[in-house]
């Protein structure tokens, strides 16, 4: 292999004897350069077409300038293959006085050039450009919308029959920012999905995802379409059909409290504009007589069929939890959720004059979170309620009133002005009085005509989710990648994307769907991997436990267990798993570790602290202990994946061949791992070998912030050796 290594002096600021480093680098290597700002002018025409380089600068993962991206982009624009990182300046140069950090210098490049030597292919992968968008709220739609104009093939798949989710049944609509003011879902929801219709999206309307499966690197999904008894592409929306239609059933747009026909539309601005027939429907044939394009046929059967996708939206939102509500008289006819009251309003309350109302937020911790919308909607009807109904007597009971941001508390002072009125107290129970209903309170009775109960939202198609192989919270929802700030929508799997994580407001819903549609967009460019896992067929005895720990869901089992490399993140859980040693972390293998601890240690003088610190937390603040200006005794470290990428066969091996005296491994903080669980796994790992008796090896959660923890702790584990 054909090697380099490019030594940046960082403008002559390091404190570091650059004349020694390169002798020494010219010794390993085929040609070494030495530059003043390798950030601001990379001029590796001296390097072009080389196998490998090494970049001994400063650190690939939090340098201003010069980070992993812009070395690997810069090693590529020459040719090179394969590049390493000698991080001489944030955990070398700026820790240490100037003879520790020339012979740490030297080390470093050293372990860079063993790792490089024993580099492989970096893998690479290209999505299909097709995206599937699974639910047709207005977070689905705008994202069908958005892709759609960026020029990808889109298909949205809806369950009902037309597109606009639950802000269709909302008849006025808060507008989140500003002022409180309300506009009507029947202005917005046809401007919105008439765009979406016109855009060149596939709509799939009455259509489920009956199955995921992952197919060399995409998904080919299996799609159901139920029945088209009438033609979408002839239905001309006249609505001819139900006039003549004999057959009355219960409208599920309204919950049932209004009927339609058995060909009807669910509401009158239904989009797409056609009808449809639902069960109940006899088959009288009255609608196929009247139907002025013969766009009814009867005998429509259902479709199913497979396609694939390179990624996949998830707009499914939000259903509500009805077991909670039972305990108080949801079986009654004048107890309703906030959604069904929302319909009442939308048809005036059916011309009546209620007496009273009174509303219950939620009294209980009983799903565990803020459903979020339940207080906000509260006040927004209320107000609805005395605009349209000024003689009503309306009450809310609550526990603990969360009406954020500026619209909605400005809400809430205009319904005291209207009259509400709002009382913090404990539910006791519901009551049914002859012809009226009571709420029983710890500080008195209310009584009332209608009951609306805040429902807790629960996270819909549960199913769904694990079919996809989406990592769940303790509640259902499925798991940003982490780090969320930076990566929100951006699930575990990778390409698989979630518009509705959350309880979301119309206009926030409409905003996370363009905002995923341009992170679907960068997804589908597709991805280069220098660290990726894969299983050697012949080594694997089919015992699963890659497939049990592998938080992306990147391996399947076929006649072993076989790791997909488009869906891998090369967090390297499985290859420490592996007890059969079948799979391999490229890039990062038992061999370069061992080779990298065989030279570790050449120029170094005292205890030999070798620390793994892994990929996104632990190495960070390795690098903050430079920026931050402290001053350590040496050690060398080795960014891993994860901690959990790290196997402790390894451990033990450069513990046993005396190639270090003492292993420190960290990784994230609890609830950190950006693979879920390889910290708490390393951990437990660790400490296993600590009670075996190997007491050379310790774990610690490091998060980025906590660059003064892992100086103490290097600093005790010199202590502890030179006091051995
Ligand atoms: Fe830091 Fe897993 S990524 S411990």
């Given at each position: 292999m054909k090697v380099g290594v490019a030594i940046c002096t960082c403008g002559g600021t390091l404190n570091i004897d650059f004349d020694e480093v390169r002798e020494f680098a010219e010794?390993?290597?085929?040609?070494?350069?030495?530059?003043?700002?390798?950030?601001?002018?990379?001029?590796?025409?001296?390097?072009?077409?080389?196998?490998?380089?090494?970049?001994?600068?400063?650190?690939?993962?939090?340098?201003?300038?010069?980070?992993?991206?812009?070395?690997?982009?810069?090693?590529?624009s020459y040719g090179i293959r394969f590049w390493e990182?000698?991080?001489?300046?944030?955990?070398?140069?700026?820790?240490?006085?100037?003879?520790?950090?020339?012979?740490?210098?030297?080390?470093?490049?050293?372990?860079?050039?063993?790792?490089?030597?024993?580099?492989?292919?970096?893998?690479?992968?290209?999505?299909?450009?097709?995206?599937?968008?699974?639910?047709?709220?207005?977070?689905?739609?705008?994202?069908?919308?958005?892709?759609?104009?960026?020029?990808?093939?889109?298909?949205?798949?809806?369950?009902?029959?037309?597109?606009?989710?639950?802000?269709?049944?909302?008849?006025?609509?808060?507008?989140?920012?500003?002022?409180?003011?309300?506009?009507?879902?029947?202005?917005?929801?046809?401007?919105?999905?008439?765009?979406?219709?016109?855009?060149?999206?596939?709509?799939?309307?009455?259509?489920?995802?009956?199955?995921?499966?992952?197919?060399?690197?995409?998904?080919?999904?299996?799609?159901?379409?139920?029945?088209?008894?009438?033609?979408?592409?002839?239905?001309?929306?006249?609505?001819?059909?139900?006039?003549?239609?004999?057959?009355e059933v219960p409208n599920p747009f309204n919950f049932g409290m209004t009927k339609r026909k058995a060909i009807d539309k669910d509401f009158r601005l239904a989009m797409p504009d056609v009808y449809n027939i639902v069960e109940g429907c006899n088959k009288c044939g009255e609608c196929l007589k009247v139907c002025p394009t013969n766009a009814i046929n009867m005998d429509a059967k259902a479709e199913v069929f497979e396609e694939d996708f390179g990624a996949i939206v998830i707009a499914t939102g939000f259903e509500t939890n009805r077991e909670v509500l039972k305990k108080y008289r949801y079986d009654h006819p004048k107890v309703m959720t906030l959604l069904e009251f929302e319909r009442m309003i939308a048809n005036n309350l059916f011309g009546e004059v209620p007496m009273s109302v009174v509303f219950v937020l939620c009294q209980k911790d009983e799903v565990g979170y803020c459903s979020r919308l339940c207080c906000p909607v509260t006040v927004k009807q209320v107000n609805r309620l005395k605009m349209i109904r000024p003689e009503t007597e309306v009450t809310v009971i609550y526990k603990s009133l969360r009406t954020y941001g500026r619209a909605f508390e400005a809400f809430r002072r205009i319904a005291i002005k209207r009259g509400v009125e709002f009382v913090q107290t404990d539910v006791e129970g519901i009551e049914e009085r002859e012809d009226y209903l009571v709420v029983k309170t710890k500080d008195g009775e209310f009584e009332a005509d209608y009951v609306v109960?805040?429902?807790?939202?629960?996270?819909?198609?549960?199913?769904?989710?694990?079919?996809?192989?989406?990592?769940?919270?303790?509640?259902?929802?499925?798991l940003e990648f982490q780090p969320r700030v930076v990566n929100p929508g951006e699930s575990y799997v990778d390409r698989i994307f979630l518009a509705s994580k959350g309880f979301k407001?119309?206009?926030?819903?409409?905003?996370?769907?363009?905002?995923?549609?341009?992170?679907?967009?960068?997804?589908?460019?597709?991805?280069?991997?220098?660290?990726?896992?894969?299983?050697?067929?012949?080594?694997?005895?089919?015992?699963g436990l890659c497939y049990a720990i592998c938080p992306h869901d990147a391996i399947k089992l076929e006649e072993v267990f076989r790791i997909d490399p488009a869906f891998c993140k090369g967090c390297g859980l499985c290859y420490a798993t592996c007890p059969s040693r079948a799979i391999t972390l490229v890039n990062l293998e038992d061999e370069q570790i061992l080779?990298?601890?065989?030279?570790?240690?050449?120029?170094?003088?005292?205890?030999?602290?070798?620390?793994?610190?892994?990929?996104?937390?632990?190495?960070?603040?390795?690098?903050?202990?430079?920026?931050?200006?402290?001053?350590?005794?040496?050690?060398?470290?080795?960014?891993?994946?994860?901690?959990?990428?790290?196997?402790?066969?390894?451990?033990?091996?450069?513990?046993?061949?005396?190639?270090?005296?003492?292993?420190?491994?960290?990784?994230?903080?609890?609830?950190?791992?950006?693979?879920?669980?390889?910290?708490?796994?390393?951990?437990?790992?660790?400490?296993?070998?600590?009670?075996l008796g190997e007491k050379r090896v310790r774990f610690e959660y490091v998060g980025v912030a906590m660059w003064n923890k892992l100086a103490k702790i290097i600093e005790n584990a010199h202590n502890e050796v030179k006091g051995t």
């Open positions: 010794g390993m290597a085929d040609r070494v350069e030495v530059f003043d700002f390798l950030c601001k002018n990379p001029n590796l025409e001296g390097f072009r077409d080389f196998d490998g380089i090494v970049f001994a600068c400063c650190s690939e993962r939090s340098s201003l300038n010069f980070n992993e991206n812009a070395m690997h982009k810069t090693a590529k990182n000698a991080n001489i300046r944030e955990q070398c140069a700026w820790i240490h006085d100037r003879k520790t950090a020339t012979d740490k210098a030297k080390d470093l490049i050293a372990m860079a050039i063993e790792k490089l030597k024993l580099s492989k292919f970096y893998n690479s992968f290209e999505p299909l450009k097709r995206v599937l968008v699974i639910g047709g709220g207005v977070a689905g739609i705008s994202c069908a919308k958005s892709l759609a104009e960026l020029g990808i093939d889109v298909t949205l798949v809806e369950e009902k029959p037309y597109l606009g989710g639950h802000v269709c049944q909302i008849p006025f609509l808060w507008q989140g920012e500003g002022y409180p003011s309300m506009c009507t879902s029947e202005c917005v929801i046809p401007v919105v999905n008439r765009e979406l219709m016109l855009s060149n999206a596939r709509i799939l309307t009455s259509s489920r995802v009956l199955d995921v499966e992952k197919v060399d690197g995409n998904f080919r999904v299996k799609i159901e379409t139920e029945p088209k008894y009438v033609d979408p592409e002839r239905c001309v929306g006249c609505g001819r059909c139900s006039e003549v239609c004999p057959i109960l805040a429902e807790p939202l629960i996270p819909s198609s549960l199913k769904l989710f694990k079919r996809l192989g989406l990592k769940l919270d303790d509640f259902g929802f499925p407001d119309v206009q926030e819903s409409v905003e996370s769907g363009r905002a995923i549609a341009l992170k679907v967009y960068e997804a589908l460019k597709g991805k280069e991997m220098k660290y990726y896992s894969v299983t050697n067929l012949e080594k694997c005895s089919r015992c080779r990298m601890a065989d030279v570790a240690f050449k120029n170094n003088e005292g205890p030999r602290i070798l620390a793994f610190l892994c990929y996104w937390c632990s190495y960070a603040a390795g690098d903050l202990m430079g920026y931050y200006g402290l001053k350590l005794p040496p050690f060398r470290s080795v960014r891993v994946r994860c901690s959990a990428s790290l196997n402790p066969d390894v451990v033990e091996k450069i513990l046993a061949e005396n190639k270090a005296d003492y292993v420190l491994i960290a990784g994230c903080p609890p609830k950190n791992c950006h693979h879920i669980w390889g910290n708490y796994i390393q951990d437990r790992r660790i400490r296993l070998l600590n009670a």
